[in-house]
């Protein structure tokens, strides 16, 4: 009787799904949604390994204000304005962290909170809107821009998504390099500020296209969970970053569906999930540690 | 023409100069130990030969058809590197990065060159080991066998036998000692001034002043 029960909710479920795939928005939606878990779980494991986890929040919160300005301006076109603040910051914040480490830290810190706090003030200040608070909540906690994208927008979510896949495949070698002994890239004569030029500009795209997913707040997850779940279990480079792909997409997948069917907001229930996710990790690597020795 | 030569340099940061008019020559097959106190400036000469810091003033002259994608570098482990998941195989072959120019994947033969240094520095059967698992004496033969792919004619190595054990610290001098043999010139950073002098063919001695001491015929005979 139980087993039944369960076939029908099931039946329930995946009939749902087919149902929902029938609307554009859907798929515009989970196509979307995969990529940029894709290309934040690439990123992921290069920031999380150079101490940089919290870089995500940072410039989220940048990125958070650029929207804040544009919004105020009037612009039609907010990317204009977004992108080009976002990516200058992660410059910014990457070439601190070079130098000391506690200072690359509290410099994200400050750009982090300071960026938040005028954003919300100049909203406050010059808003125009008349739901003041549901706006800022919005593109903080994503609610659900991403299932009113339109074509144009998944199509020029498509064309980075495969840029960063591309150039990430094509400076993996060096990437690794990079991140795991700057020192010696340096002396052997790789150009490290160029590739960590790189990682800054690719990783404020990310940010800015990963905010109509999950907003600002829960960038941090999508870019460090993936991450931190693949290195519990894995010891190599290339298993954790491939792993962390999979994880990131397989989460965002499921994520998105359960949503979609359940209700619930989108990038709170892909966080969900990964958080979910990741406790598996970690247990699974405790044991095969516990294996081990 | 000496690999490397040194004319009147002058090492330090921002807030002020660490030692100047160093001189000295670094010849292919020389073994050249720089020992000290700590702050004394080891380490600024070195990360300073490597472009790595600001020289102050002086020159560094690169000869011999020696060019800066030809040198092999060792450096002191950083936090990093600890928790790093990263096998033993693509530590390795990251050193070969340097002649890659803008192709993006290694080549056969960098993979054949990333066998053969292994094999010589003994952890061969390591390739799949995860780094952050090994001992410190197999991490710092593992970043040895990197800098090898990195250098054919010199390596410069910054205190390779910290923290190591006794046995351990043994057998990473022989490794030196044996690539040096083979012909390759080495510039290695020392606490331990006593061992040193049984390998070094050179000694350049941070003290009050700074020293340059030739040993060569401790070269010859040993």
């Keep these: 009787m139980d087993n039944l029960r369960i076939i029908c909710m099931q039946a329930s479920f995946a009939e749902k799904i087919i149902m929902y795939m029938q609307y554009p928005f859907v798929r515009y939606a989970l196509i979307v949604g995969t990529l940029i878990a894709l290309c934040s779980s690439l990123l992921g494991v290069t920031l999380v390994l150079k101490r940089f986890s919290f870089i995500g929040d940072g410039l989220s919160h940048v990125a958070f204000g650029g929207v804040a300005i544009a919004s105020i301006l009037n612009m039609t076109n907010k990317m204009v304005l977004v992108l080009p603040v976002t990516i200058i910051c992660a410059i910014l914040l990457l070439r601190t962290g070079q130098n000391t480490k506690i200072k690359g830290d509290a410099a994200i810190a400050v750009i982090s909170v300071a960026a938040l706090a005028f954003g919300y003030l100049m909203m406050n200040v010059f808003g125009t809107s008349a739901n003041l608070t549901g706006d800022v909540c919005s593109t903080l906690f994503g609610s659900t821009s991403i299932l009113t994208l339109t074509l144009p927008e998944v199509w020029l979510c498509v064309v980075l998504s495969l840029l960063v896949v591309c150039l990430f495949i094509l400076f993996y070698n060096r990437l690794f390099a990079v991140t795991f002994d700057e020192s010696f890239a340096r002396a052997v004569g790789t150009k490290v500020e160029a590739y960590n030029l790189l990682i800054a500009i690719v990783i404020a795209v990310i940010i800015v296209l990963a905010m109509n997913l999950v907003g600002s707040l829960l960038i941090s997850a999508l870019i460090i969970f993936p991450a931190l779940s693949a290195l519990r279990i894995f010891g190599s480079f290339k298993k954790v970053t491939v792993f962390a792909a999979l994880l990131s997409v397989t989460s965002a997948l499921v994520g998105i569906l359960i949503s979609i069917v359940a209700g619930t907001p989108v990038g709170s229930t892909i966080v969900a999930v990964q958080a979910v996710v990741f406790a598996g990790c970690y247990i699974m690597g405790s044991v095969m540690k516990g294996v081990l020795i | ?222």
């Excluded at chain 2, 991490?139 to 923290?163: C, H, M, T, W």
């Design chain 2, 1 to 222: 023409m000496a690999l490397l030569t040194v004319k009147n340099l002058a090492i330090g940061y921002d807030s002020g100069v660490v030692a100047k008019d160093l001189n000295f020559e670094v010849n292919a097959g020389d073994y050249l130990c720089i020992t000290g106190e700590n702050g004394s400036g080891k380490s600024t000469l070195m990360k300073t030969l490597l472009g790595l810091s600001e020289k102050l003033g002086g020159e560094i002259i690169f000869g011999d058809g020696l060019k800066k994608t030809e040198v092999g570098y060792l450096p002191q482990q950083t936090m990093i590197q600890r928790d790093f998941p990263a096998s033993v195989k693509e530590i390795v072959l990251s050193g070969a990065q340097a002649g890659m120019g803008f192709r993006p994947f290694y080549n056969a033969r960098e993979k054949e060159r990333a066998r053969i240094s292994m094999e010589k520095m003994g952890i061969s059967d390591l390739a799949g080991r995860c780094y952050r698992e090994l001992s410190g004496g197999q991490q710092q033969r593992v970043l040895l066998a990197r800098a090898l792919l990195a250098a054919d004619k010199i390596l410069f190595l910054d205190e390779p036998v910290s923290g190591l054990d006794p046995d351990a610290t043994i057998k990473m001098y022989e490794l030196i000692k044996m690539l040096n043999r083979e012909g390759m010139a080495i510039v290695m950073i020392s606490h331990d001034v006593r061992e040193v002098k049984k390998y070094a063919s050179h000694i350049l001695h941070f003290g009050d002043e700074v020293s340059f001491e030739k040993r060569k015929e401790m070269a010859i005979c040993g």
